[in-house]
């Protein structure tokens, strides 16, 4: 039988830290006079912190030099680290535990493939980090999803083949990165975002031990 291997996005799928990156980019955002919305939100999701940032001066019609945007980067990450050393177990989203609990009793591999920097440290704050068989985060891959690279990364830690994978996505970044890779996605939100994945369920509540167990043949 072929070995399936699980890899598992951070941010919206795992725990929700969007609230905090939403906190972080508003407060910036108010600081430069730029209106922003959780809906304008919504744009940097699965985006790298410097590509957010252009997007929010694009919305005020902002110029900076390249000095004061590292600033401003520096600046939305130390207040983001301060909202995120406050996370504990309860902060994981519901029914993740189940899911990783089945696929660990039928020893499974998973990874977790983020472009967060501060992966580790999150799993670590919520008691999941000894939990991934390899993380791959955004101090490991240059290219940002849609690139496939973080998949494909992943997927080599744990020895897996890329057909032979099944990823789970909350941005449509990263289901288009999984499905470049040629691996199975699955979308966690809204179906009518996150179109282009072979499934999409509204969160892990939604996902049946009986369709994790078919992904496993």
């Known amino acids: 039988m072929t070995k399936k291997a699980f890899i598992f996005d951070l941010d919206g799928v795992i725990v929700d830290t969007a609230k905090f990156h939403y906190l972080a980019w508003k407060k910036l955002a108010d600081e430069l006079g730029i209106p922003f919305t959780q809906h304008d939100n919504e744009q940097l999701k699965g985006v790298s912190r410097v590509r957010s940032l252009e997007l929010i001066l694009n919305l005020g019609g902002v110029t900076l030099d390249e000095v004061e ?100 996505e909350d941005a449509i970044a990263g289901i288009q990165a999984a499905n470049q890779a040629k691996m199975l996605s699955i979308g966690i939100g809204e179906s ?26």
């Open 69 to 168: 945007k590292l600033n401003h980067l520096k600046e939305k990450n130390e207040d983001y680290l301060s909202y995120i050393s406050e996370m504990t177990h309860a902060d994981v989203l519901p029914n993740v535990p189940k899911v990783l609990n089945f696929l660990k009793a039928h020893q499974v591999p998973i990874a977790l493939g983020s472009a967060s920097k501060n992966a580790k440290q999150i799993l670590e704050k919520v008691g999941l980090l000894g939990v991934f068989d390899a993380i791959v985060d955004g101090n490991e891959v240059s290219k940002a999803k849609p690139d496939p690279e973080v998949f494909l990364l992943a997927a080599r830690k744990i020895d897996a083949n890329p057909e032979d994978c099944v990823v789970f």
């Open 192 to 217: 009518e975002i996150l179109h282009e994945a072979k499934y999409v369920f509204r969160d892990f509540t939604k996902i049946s031990t009986k369709f994790l167990a078919e992904l496993l043949k």
